[in-house]
Structures are given as structure tokens and as C-alpha cells.
């Protein structure tokens, strides 16, 4: 009697045993699958906000929540304002530039001094109600290796 309970405990074991390993299987990957998509949703969160930090600090060309882009030659620079002939038309614009304004020229920082007659500007600001724009960035004489910088 003893050999058969023997031969039905073996059995009974081995499969508690299998039945324990797949349940922490197949347990472990609900458990991480449930982990990896919050995980992804926190990432996607830093991820934003440092987007969201970088893209105002001026350092790139692009454009900045309720910035409009314009570009042209300079016609007239008087004090701290530059008039700018768009290249699109016949229009000019005057770009205002105050102290904490990022210039830069071919990646270079630079100061409204280095603005000169006949460069061409590529700027981004806020739109005044009289149509100038309040410059937050400034770029001298760009390129398309430096418009991205």
C-alpha cells in the first residue's frame, strides 16, 4: 500500500509544482506588463516637459506657443528697434529688441550691435496690436546648417 500512495504523491507533487510555475509565469508578465505602460506613461510625461522646458529657452529656431516667425533684410536700426523688409512681399515689419532678447549669429551668440543694414534676420516674438513683434529670438544671417541651432 505504501508504493501506492507512492506512485500517486509523485504525480500530485510534479503537478502543483508545474501548475506553481506557470501561475508565477504568466502572474509575473500581467505584473510587468501592467508596470511597463505606466512606466511609458510617466516617460511620455518627462518627456514632454522637458520638450516643453527646452523649447522655451530660445536656443532653437522653431516656433514657441503664440510666437510667429518672420524674416527679412534690415532696412533702418534705430535704438533698440530693427525695420525688416519680409521676404515674402513688399512689407516691412519693426522688430523690437529688449535686453533678454537671444541673438545669435551662425550659432555664435550675439548683440544688436552685430545687426547690421542688409543682413537678413529670421526672428521670432510675440505680435504687438501695432504689428511690431517683441523679439525672444534672433538669428543673423541664417542658414539651414544654423536655423535648427
Avoid: C, H, W
Avoid at 20 to 35: E, H, L, P, R, V
Avoid at 101 to 111: F, L, R
Avoid at 134 to 148: F, Y
Amino acid at each position: 500500500m505504501l508504493q501506492k500512495d507512492k506512485n500517486t504523491i509523485i504525480p500530485l507533487i510534479l503537478a502543483v509544482f508545474i501548475i506553481a510555475i506557470f501561475t508565477s509565469f504568466f502572474g509575473g508578465m500581467y505584473y510587468s506588463k501592467s508596470n511597463t505602460s505606466q512606466d511609458k506613461t510617466k516617460a511620455f510625461q518627462v518627456s514632454s516637459d522637458q520638450f516643453a522646458q527646452n523649447s522655451t529657452r530660445a536656443k532653437g529656431f522653431g516656433r514657441m506657443q503664440g510666437d510667429r516667425p518672420v524674416s527679412g533684410k534690415v532696412t533702418t536700426i534705430s535704438g533698440k528697434s530693427v525695420t525688416i523688409s519680409l521676404q515674402n512681399n513688399n512689407e516691412t515689419k519693426t522688430v523690437m529688441i529688449a535686453d533678454n532678447t537671444n541673438i545669435t549669429d551662425n550659432g555664435i551668440d550675439a548683440t544688436l550691435e552685430n545687426i547690421k543694414v542688409g543682413d537678413t534676420l529670421m526672428v521670432i516674438g510675440q505680435t504687438n496690436a501695432d504689428g511690431s513683434v517683441k523679439a525672444q529670438l534672433i538669428k543673423i544671417n541664417p542658414t539651414s546648417s544654423n536655423v535648427s541651432q
